[in-house]
């Protein structure tokens, strides 16, 4: 089945530690996004992906980063985790075509403690 | 700053109509999505609207007006799985989507 596959699903992190979130996605999509959701705000951009080989920050970038080292996988990793990042994460991709919608892999739990 | 609103929670009856409003103020406009989120899962598109008027999905409709930065979602004939959370987001200047919060939209018997 076509889409975006995020893993792990959930993860619960001693603070300090490092953590890379895996997104794939198989609909040979251009743009790459991630997103945080808390509760009571929006999604928030951290970083993003136009196209294979490029990354842009978004609104919350700092304590992330991401790579692209080819269309299909975009992960996530943050270097040294605080309590600040507990959030669920979501993974996002669109072909940047038309109404250009996102298409959003089904979200990583994250807990730092 | 960049900015969109939409009421926190709202409650309707199965059967009934409800709408949902999203006022936005934005650096540009390039299209107003509307997601729906279940809880615990992923956002899923709605629709989309980059030109005033009403765009008409089955049960589900999406108004624009560009000159009042106002959107409102439509749900007609509600069905318990209308159960969710409706997302309303902005595509600004820079093609990048600013999201609001978010609605609760909770359906009663």
């Known amino acids: 089945i076509a889409g975006i596959t995020q893993a792990p699903t959930s993860q619960i992190l001693a603070a300090g530690r490092r953590m890379t979130l895996r997104c794939t996605q198989d609909?040979?999509?251009?743009?790459m996004y991630w997103y945080r959701q808390d509760l009571g705000l929006g999604l928030r951009l951290i970083h993003y992906?136009?196209?294979?080989?490029?990354?842009g920050k978004g609104e919350v970038p700092d304590g992330y980063s991401v790579s692209r080292a080819n269309t299909d996988d975009f992960p996530l990793t943050l270097a040294s985790a605080v309590p600040s990042q507990t959030s669920v994460y979501f993974c996002?991709?669109?072909?940047?075509?038309?109404?250009?919608?996102?298409?959003f892999g089904e979200g990583s739990r994250l807990t730092v403690l | 700053g960049q900015n969109i609103d939409q009421p926190t929670e709202m409650t309707a009856t199965e059967g009934a109509i409800v709408q949902i409003n999203c006022t936005y103020q934005?650096?540009?406009?390039?299209?107003l999505f509307w997601y729906q989120q279940h809880a615990g899962e992923a956002p899923t598109f709605l629709s989309y609207?980059?030109l005033d008027g009403l765009e008409e999905k089955g049960r589900f409709s999406s108004f624009l007006s560009r000159s009042k930065g106002y959107s409102y979602l439509l749900l007609k004939e509600l069905q318990m799985k209308d159960s969710a959370s409706y997302l309303c987001?902005?595509?600004?200047?820079?093609?990048?989507?600013?999201w609001g919060a978010g609605t609760k939209l909770i359906i009663k018997p």
């Open positions: 996002a991709s669109s072909d940047g075509q038309g109404a250009g919608e996102l298409f």
């Open positions: 609909m040979r999509h251009n743009a």
């Open positions: 609207n980059v």
């Open positions: 992906s136009n196209t294979a080989g490029t990354t």
């Open positions: 987001a902005v595509r600004d200047s820079n093609y990048q989507l600013i």
């Open positions: 934005t650096s540009g406009f390039n299209g």
